[in-house]
């Protein structure tokens, strides 16, 4: 697997899922599992993890998370984990507040399009992108036609009948349910 933690990056050729990747739980799961469906059609698969490097840029992505929150996983466990699934390129890319003003239309051209040479894109039904969170799967979708990638949304996942996220696996470590966490978290 090809890691970097950059901004300096090329590729071409792929098929990848942006997100925070914070825990890889289960819903993270069901991405990567529709990602490397594309791998079987010659793409190289890539995560395009970006990790938000100050407070400012945080608190514009998710309201729950400031500088000091936890993330439930490690880095090098983030990184196992990947490649145990498969995937060709994992980018860590250090998100600031600079980044945070992109247009959603700046992000699909400069990062998917131009950096990443995107031939598919995998995201969540719930992503969100670009300055003031103004991208949306339909956004992203016109983008893609545009541009030349295909854009593959996935019904958020459910445990128990909530939606999983970061956020709630933290909730229900707050409250102790630590079982519950850990099955959200636990390969599919």
């Given at each position: 697997?090809?890691y970097?933690?950059?901004?300096?990056?090329?590729?071409?050729?792929?098929?990848?899922s942006v997100?925070?990747?914070d825990?890889l739980?289960i819903?993270h799961r069901?991405?990567?599992?529709?990602?490397?469906?594309?791998?079987k059609?010659g793409?190289?698969t890539a995560v395009l993890r970006?990790d938000f490097?100050d407070a400012?840029?945080k608190a514009?992505?998710?309201r729950?998370m400031?500088a000091?929150?936890?993330?439930?996983?490690?880095?090098d466990?983030?990184k196992?984990?990947l490649e145990?699934?498969?995937i060709?390129?994992?980018i860590?890319?250090?998100?600031?507040?600079?980044?945070?003003?992109?247009?959603?239309?700046?992000f699909?051209?400069r990062?998917?399009?131009?950096?990443?040479?995107?031939k598919?894109?995998v995201?969540?039904?719930?992503?969100?992108?670009?300055?003031g969170?103004e991208?949306?799967?339909k956004l992203?979708?016109?983008?893609?036609e545009?541009?030349g990638?295909?854009?593959?949304?996935?019904e958020r996942?459910?445990f128990?009948?909530?939606p999983?996220?970061?956020?709630?696996?933290?909730e229900?470590?707050?409250?102790?349910?630590?079982?519950k966490?850990?099955k959200?978290l636990?390969?599919?």
């Amino acid at each position: 697997m090809i890691y970097t933690c950059d901004r300096d990056f090329k590729f071409s050729n792929t098929a990848v899922s942006v997100g925070k990747f914070d825990g890889l739980h289960i819903g993270h799961r069901e991405l990567i599992k529709h990602l490397l469906a594309y791998k079987k059609k010659g793409l190289k698969t890539a995560v395009l993890r970006l990790d938000f490097v100050d407070a400012d840029s945080k608190a514009g992505t998710d309201r729950s998370m400031t500088a000091d929150t936890p993330l439930l996983r490690s880095e090098d466990e983030r990184k196992r984990i990947l490649e145990e699934c498969g995937i060709d390129i994992y980018i860590r890319y250090p998100f600031s507040a600079r980044d945070f003003c992109m247009s959603a239309q700046d992000f699909s051209k400069r990062i998917l399009a131009e950096r990443l040479g995107a031939k598919a894109v995998v995201i969540g039904d719930d992503f969100r992108f670009g300055h003031g969170r103004e991208g949306t799967p339909k956004l992203l979708a016109a983008m893609g036609e545009e541009l030349g990638f295909s854009v593959e949304v996935v019904e958020r996942v459910s445990f128990e009948g909530v939606p999983v996220s970061s956020s709630y696996i933290r909730e229900c470590l707050i409250k102790g349910e630590n079982e519950k966490a850990g099955k959200m978290l636990d390969k599919i």
